[in-house]
C-alpha cells in the first residue's frame, strides 16, 4: 500500500476509476439496457466490478448477474442514493430476501420519490413567480392584468434530464448523491426555474346600457367604450438545458454525459420521454395529400419525415427528429376539427406554449395540452382499458398513444390509433408510412405503451 494511503477509501477509489470508463462507454450514447449472453464481461464486468470492490463500503451484498445484465451501468455507479435507495442497504426494505436491484416496488417508489420532490420546488418555484408577478403589475400603472401560464394545472419537465444533469455534476463524488442534497440545490436556485415576460397593451371594450321609459315603455340604448391598459404576463419554464449551465454549472464534458445517461435512464424505465429518431434518419420525398379511411374516421395523414417538414425547426431540435409529438397532434387536429394544421405550425404552437423538451421531444402533456387548445374533449387512458379504447376507436375518436422500446421505437414515440379494422388495430405512425398501412394486434400496442407516461396517458382518447 502506497504511504499515506487511507485503506477506507481504497473501494471509493476503484469506485471513481470505474465511472471513468464507464463514461467512456456511454458517450457514444447507446442506451445499454438489453441482457447480453455469456458471462459478465466488457461493461457489465465493469459494473460487477463497481460493486465487488466497494463491497468493504457497501456490506454485504448478493450480485445477481440477470439483474446487472438488464441494468445500464450508470444506474450502479451514478445513482445509488436516488433509484436504488442507496447501495448500503443492499437488499429491499420490504423483502429482506430479495436484492434492491431485482425489486421494481423498491425502485418505483424510490423514483416517486425524486419526481415529487422534484414537482414540489417546481410549484413552489411557480408560486414565488406569480408573486412577483403580482408585485410588478402593481407597480405597472396598468388597469388589468392577464397571466398566460402553459403549467397552471402541473408543472412541466423531465425528470430524468434533472437526475442526468445532477449526477454528472457531481463527478466521481459518489457518496453525496441523494434526492435531498439534489432538492436543496434545486431549491438554492428557484428564481432560475422560471421567468415571465411583460407586454403593455390597450384594450377597447363596449357595453351597452338599456333604459326603458317608464311612461312610454320605449327602450334606449346607450354604448359606452372603454379603452383599458392591460399587462399581459407570460410564464416560461427555462427549460432543462437552461439548468444545465445556471443550475449545475455543467462542463461540455458532463453536459454530454448527462445527455447520454439521459437516453439511457428513460429506456431502461421506459418512460418514452425521450423521443428521437436515430441520427442518419432518412428523409422521406413528399408524401401529398394522403388520407386513411381503412378506419371509421378519416384520418388526414403527416410524416415528420417529409421532406417538407423534416429539417423545419422544433425549438432548436428539428420536426424531423424530434417532432412524432406535434405530428401526431397534427394527425389528429386536422382529421377532428375544420382547421388543416401541419406539423411546422402545431411545431411551433407546442414551442411557444412550453410543450418542448430540449433535446428529448415533447413533454407528455403536449397531448392533452393542444387537444384542449383546439376544442377537442380529451380523456387519459391507462394499458390495462384495452376495450375502452377499441369503443373509443369504434365510435369515430382517435387516440394517440405514446410508445416504448417494440415495434414502433427503440425508445419513445407518439402514434395516432385511428380504428378498428377486422378485429385488428389501424395506427398513423408519424415515422412510418409502411406501419401505418398495418394492422396491428392490441395486444401489441398495450404491451408496448409507455409504463411510466404522464398528463394522463400512455394513451389520450380524443374527440
Known amino acids: 500500500m502506497a504511504e499515506n494511503q487511507n485503506p477506507a477509501s481504497e473501494p471509493l477509489q476503484k469506485s471513481a476509476q470505474t465511472a471513468g470508463m464507464v463514461r467512456g462507454a456511454v458517450?457514444?450514447?447507446?442506451?445499454i439496457a438489453g441482457a447480453a449472453k455469456g458471462a459478465a464481461g466488457g461493461p457489465y464486468g465493469i459494473a460487477a466490478g463497481f460493486i465487488w470492490g466497494s463491497r468493504k463500503t457497501i456490506g454485504k451484498i448478493v450480485i445477481v448477474i440477470v439483474s446487472l445484465l438488464m441494468l445500464p451501468i450508470l444506474f450502479i455507479c451514478m445513482l445509488p442514493a436516488l433509484i436504488f435507495g442507496g447501495l448500503v442497504n443492499a437488499f429491499s426494505p420490504d423483502n429482506?430476501?430479495?436484492?434492491?436491484?431485482n425489486d421494481s416496488a423498491a425502485i418505483t417508489e424510490n423514483l416517486t420519490d425524486i419526481s415529487t420532490s422534484i414537482s414540489i420546488v417546481l410549484s413552489e418555484s411557480m408560486a414565488d413567480t406569480l408573486a412577483d408577478i403580482d408585485a410588478d403589475f402593481a407597480s405597472s400603472g396598468a388597469d388589468q392584468m392577464e397571466i398566460i401560464n402553459p403549467y397552471e394545472?402541473?408543472?412541466?419537465?423531465?425528470?430524468?434530464?434533472?437526475?442526468?444533469?445532477y449526477c454528472a455534476s457531481k463527478n466521481e463524488d459518489f457518496e453525496s448523491i441523494s434526492i435531498s442534497d439534489m432538492e436543496d440545490l434545486l431549491r438554492q436556485h428557484t428564481d432560475k426555474l422560471y421567468s415571465y415576460s411583460r407586454k403593455i397593451e390597450e384594450r377597447t371594450s363596449t357595453t351597452q346600457t338599456v333604459t326603458v321609459n317608464a311612461e312610454t315603455g320605449e327602450e334606449t340604448v346607450t354604448e359606452t367604450t372603454v379603452t383599458e391598459t392591460w399587462a399581459v404576463y407570460t410564464v416560461t419554464y427555462n427549460g432543462e438545458s437552461y439548468f444545465a449551465d445556471e443550475v449545475f454549472s455543467l462542463s461540455e464534458e458532463q453536459k454530454t454525459l448527462a445527455d447520454n445517461y439521459a437516453q439511457n435512464l428513460s429506456t431502461f424505465l421506459g418512460d418514452s420521454m425521450f423521443q428521437r429518431l436515430p441520427d442518419g434518419y432518412e428523409v422521406l420525398h413528399t408524401l401529398g395529400d394522403i388520407r386513411f379511411t381503412g378506419g371509421q374516421t378519416e384520418v388526414v395523414y403527416f410524416n415528420q419525415l417529409d421532406e417538407r417538414y423534416a429539417n423545419k425547426p422544433y425549438g432548436t431540435d428539428n420536426?424531423?427528429?424530434?417532432?412524432?409529438?406535434?405530428?401526431?397532434?397534427?394527425?389528429?387536429?386536422?382529421?377532428?376539427?375544420?382547421?388543416?394544421?401541419d406539423p411546422v405550425e402545431m411545431a411551433q404552437w407546442a414551442y411557444e406554449n412550453g410543450y418542448w423538451c430540449s433535446g428529448?421531444?415533447?413533454?407528455h402533456s403536449l397531448i392533452?395540452?393542444?387537444?384542449?387548445?383546439w376544442g377537442l374533449p380529451v380523456e387519459g387512458c391507462s394499458a390495462s382499458e384495452g376495450q375502452r379504447i377499441v369503443d373509443a376507436l369504434s365510435s369515430g375518436k382517435l387516440v394517440?398513444?405514446?410508445?416504448?422500446?417494440?415495434?414502433?421505437?427503440?425508445?419513445?414515440?407518439?402514434i395516432v390509433l385511428r380504428g378498428v379494422q377486422n378485429g385488428k388495430i389501424l395506427v398513423a405512425d408519424p415515422a412510418s408510412y409502411s406501419r401505418s398501412e398495418q394492422e396491428w394486434d392490441l395486444s401489441i400496442i398495450l404491451n408496448e405503451a409507455s409504463k411510466g407516461a404522464g398528463a394522463g396517458g400512455p394513451f389520450w382518447i380524443i374527440g
Open 368 to 373: 392533452p395540452g393542444a387537444a384542449e387548445a
Open 153 to 165: 394545472n402541473s408543472p412541466n419537465y423531465n425528470a430524468n434530464a434533472f437526475v442526468s444533469q
Open 96 to 101: 429482506p430476501e430479495v436484492p434492491i436491484l
Open 27 to 31: 458517450k457514444t450514447g447507446k442506451a
Open 400 to 414: 394517440v398513444a405514446i410508445m416504448s422500446k417494440g415495434h414502433f421505437t427503440s425508445s419513445g414515440h407518439f
Open 319 to 341: 420536426i424531423g427528429g424530434y417532432g412524432c409529438g406535434p405530428t401526431a397532434m397534427s394527425i389528429v387536429v386536422s382529421s377532428l376539427t375544420n382547421d388543416i394544421v
Open 360 to 363: 428529448s421531444g415533447s413533454y
